[in-house]
């Protein structure tokens, strides 16, 4: 508990040294915090420092005062509830009025008692008390939230059109006179509200020319500011590329996907290649697992005598068993699955996690015994790693000892998942664990976004391996050369897909490509490109030795479910 000073701002600073150990340097909560506390009164800011709340960003609401029942990784001595207040990270993008207004709305819950123990009042009744809280503090509430990121302002524009959609369905409702104006007049202020917001995010995007040279390139150039569609692009913020997630910083590296050279010059063979390799690859797929068809699955020899990986991360044979056996936990105990993907992630073979015994808590993690099962089927010939895609070839002994480090860590680990503002940040705490590296990190990033551990999706953030990169020096006239450039050259093939496909003459039997498929596209098809080379092929494809077993491809999600027609290359 803090004693209210004689100078309320002393009490505020000791409160705000305590909490900021957990949270990012945010200068601007602080003072939108100082400012706020400083409006109310001894008796009500000693109500508020009796629950000494906890500040945490976190993804969601813009913010929300809460009193959990448990908080993971929070020290068992520390019996009684925590007060949270926390605060989506783009709220501090809003104009000071605003962030101020939305501070004290939810320190009102705190000192109305809204989160004390017991039946709190309902919640418009809560959010009418907060309403006058505000209010007699001189604070004014602006009537939305002024969001200066794109990501939130396009989410805003689905968010209003879909409850427009919704407003306009009960217009078909025979009903009455009233009814029916009232869903016009909700159907049209939020097709205004979309429009808004619509038109501050492009205000801050530039806009693509595509030019052809007679060397017969594609050029993808940036005009400068002033030929933006609003004619007021902002100028005081970065261009933020579609499909990247918010701008963030974050010490050595940064989130947001930009490129410091405007210009993009394509090869249109390569990329026409490129494109159809795509489509006839993940129509062998189709044609296999949905249409359960016998082969051939394809009239190219390549593809045809050459494994290659899914062009949907998600439908491999690993992330499928992730999905159907180890995710569905995550709901109901996400450390545990967190820790599960971990286990699975370093062997990468279903047979080798079930002999140590499948999904079972961390906390009944035995390394003895792990490394006594390893040893026993090393034994007997079988292996512990696969040979594809595996995460790890050190002995098993290191490895299980490095899992071990991990769950010993994982309350810390899991809380810092859960305060990450995104997917860009998820990967930098997962590269830290020890004998995680780059693109494996990547790659747990993902499986996290599919076990719905993290709030984020594999089209918000990309990381080009080593094999992506090599195909796109392919697809380009000139080699990227930078990771930023790479980073670049990839959003603008998730952005510029259906034309792709359209002048590769060709379709893609399945939904569009994200971000994260593009890259694991991206390295399929520079395997594919250097064996129709004349490349060594490392691993043949039999269609008759083929695995029949579609188990795990059993319910398969709505969106890859394909009525059968005519296949695209015939």
């Not at 207040?85 to 320190?107: K, N, W, Y």
């Not at 002024?146 to 968010?159: F, G, M, P, W």
């Not at 899992?403 to 930098?428: C, F, K, N, W």
């Amino acid at each position: 508990m803090v004693t209210v000073a004689s100078d309320p701002l002393s009490s505020v600073n000791f409160w705000w040294d305590w909490v900021r150990r957990g949270l990012p340097d945010q200068p601007r909560l602080r003072e939108a915090f100082v400012d706020g506390l400083g409006l109310l009164s001894g008796e009500a800011l000693t109500r508020f420092f009796d629950h000494f709340p906890l500040v945490l960003s976190l993804d969601g609401l813009l913010g929300a005062a809460t009193r959990p029942a448990r908080l993971p990784g929070w020290p068992a001595e520390l019996r009684g509830r925590p007060t949270i207040l926390s605060f989506a990270p783009d709220s501090i993008e809003q104009t000071p009025r605003g962030l101020l207004a939305l501070v004290m709305h939810e320190v009102g819950h705190v000192v109305l008692g809204h989160v004390d123990e017991g039946a709190p009042p309902p919640g418009a009744q809560q959010e009418a008390e907060v309403a006058e809280f505000i209010a007699q503090l001189g604070i004014q509430e602006p009537p939305r939230v002024e969001e200066r990121d794109n990501y939130r302002r396009l989410r805003s524009v689905e968010a209003n059109l879909r409850r427009a959609l919704v407003a306009l369905g009960d217009l078909s409702i025979e009903e009455g006179l009233e009814t029916r104006t009232r869903a016009r007049a909700t159907a049209k202020s939020r097709v205004e509200a979309a429009l808004a917001e619509l038109l501050m995010a492009l205000s801050c995007y530039r806009v693509p020319v595509c030019t052809r040279s007679r060397e017969g390139f594609v050029r993808t150039a940036v005009p400068p500011d002033d030929g933006s569609p609003s004619g007021r692009a902002d100028t005081t913020r970065p261009i933020r590329e579609a499909g990247a997630p918010p701008r963030l910083i974050l010490g050595r590296m940064t989130s947001r996907h930009s490129c410091t050279d405007d210009t993009l010059i394509w090869n249109r063979t390569e990329l026409r290649a490129f494109f159809t390799f795509v489509a006839a690859r993940h129509e062998v797929f189709v044609r296999r697992i949905v249409w359960r068809r016998p082969p051939p699955w394809t009239s190219d020899v390549t593809l045809g005598s050459a494994r290659f990986t899914n062009v949907f991360r998600q439908l491999d044979r690993h992330s499928r068993y992730l999905i159907l056996n180890v995710f569905p936990h995550a709901a109901r105990a996400p450390m545990d699955t967190l820790f599960n993907t971990l286990v699975f992630r370093t062997f990468n073979g279903a047979a080798t996690y079930e002999a140590l015994g499948g999904f079972r808590p961390a906390a009944a993690w035995d390394p003895d015994a792990a490394c006594r099962t390893l040893q026993a089927r090393q034994a007997h010939g079988e292996v512990a790693f696969t040979d594809r895609y595996s995460v790890s070839q050190q002995g098993a002994d290191i490895e299980i000892r490095r899992l071990t480090r991990i769950r010993d860590q994982l309350p810390s680990l899991y809380g810092a998942l859960m305060a990450a503002r995104s997917l860009a940040e998820v990967h930098l705490w997962l590269v830290e664990l020890p004998g995680v590296g780059g693109f494996t990190g990547y790659d747990l990033a993902l499986d996290l976004t599919y076990a719905q551990i993290v709030p984020f999706t594999d089209d918000t953030y990309v990381v080009a391996d080593p094999g992506a990169k090599l195909a796109l020096d392919r697809l380009l006239a000139e080699p990227a050369g930078t990771v930023t450039a790479y980073t670049e050259a990839i959003c603008a093939l998730r952005r510029d897909q259906t034309a792709g496909f359209r002048a590769a003459g060709t379709v893609l039997l399945g939904p569009a490509l994200t971000l994260a498929n593009v890259q694991h596209s991206l390295c399929e098809y520079g395997k594919y490109a250097r064996i129709r080379e004349g490349g060594q092929v490392r691993e043949r494809f039999h269609p008759a030795r083929v695995d029949t077993d579609f188990r795990l491809w059993e319910p398969l999600p709505p969106e890859f479910h394909v009525p059968p027609r005519t296949a695209v290359l015939e």
